[in-house]
């Protein structure tokens, strides 16, 4: 079974308003990422956290990190309609080279 | 995107041929992934290649084999395609500093 799963698998908001996505992870782990994945395009990476750090900044996007409920939210503030995509977690564990994405949450930013 | 690049782009087979996808990279780096893409699936890990002729496996590994020869190169065979291997195929690099993938465009295949 997958490792991450995000939450919720589809979110539709107004422009100008804030998206957040959660994801959940089963195992101890050594980072989790997040991507985006336009329509029909390869994945983008967004933004890296380690498992020692609890928050991160990246222009719009605020990654959370708690490792003690093992989940990880995103924060997308004053979306606009370019954010609509679909956005994964992935997550690499200890000693483990593998990265496991989960299945992703589907992004509509409404005009 | 690190220079990324898969072949072929699309393809459209029968079962019980062999296919090979191919993935380049022209950044140096150690690690690379290959991921299977459907959907209510997200992205599962097939195999993935930690130096050259260094290859594990990943979650559905079963009916795939990976060779890498040349760091700069990374192959996907399917020795004998079911329909059930009709995806999306992506192909990723790791930059080992800072853990960051970066992905190819990705390679459909259809097999009827």
């Known amino acids: 079974s997958q490792q991450g799963e995000e939450d919720p698998q589809a979110l539709s908001i107004q422009e100008g308003e804030n998206a957040t996505m959660n994801c959940s992870y089963k195992t101890s782990i050594n980072n989790l990422q997040w991507y985006r994945q336009n329509s029909g395009r390869g994945l983008v990476h967004l933004i890296l956290i380690r498992s020692n750090e609890r928050e991160k900044h990246s222009g719009r996007l605020r990654v959370t990190l708690d490792t003690s409920k093992k989940s990880s939210s995103l924060l997308i503030t004053a979306s606009r309609a370019a954010d609509t995509a679909s956005y994964f977690c992935a997550t690499s564990m200890n000693r483990d080279d593998k990265i496991i994405f989960g299945k992703g949450t589907r992004l509509h930013i409404l005009p | 995107d690190a220079g990324i690049t898969q072949s072929p782009r699309h393809k459209v087979t029968e079962t019980g041929t062999p296919v090979t996808l191919r993935c380049h990279q022209t950044?140096?780096?150690?690690?690379m992934y290959w991921y299977r893409q459907d959907p209510g699936h997200g992205l599962r890990l097939i195999h993935y290649s930690y130096g050259v002729k260094d290859t594990d496996k990943g979650e559905v590994s079963d009916g795939y084999s990976v060779s890498r020869s040349k760091t700069e190169d990374f192959l996907l065979t399917l020795e004998s395609a079911t329909s059930s291997q009709t995806s999306v195929y992506f192909c990723a690099a790791r930059d080992s500093n800072t853990g960051e993938l970066f992905f190819g465009e990705g390679s459909r295949l259809t097999v009827l």
């Open positions: 950044e140096n780096h150690r690690y």
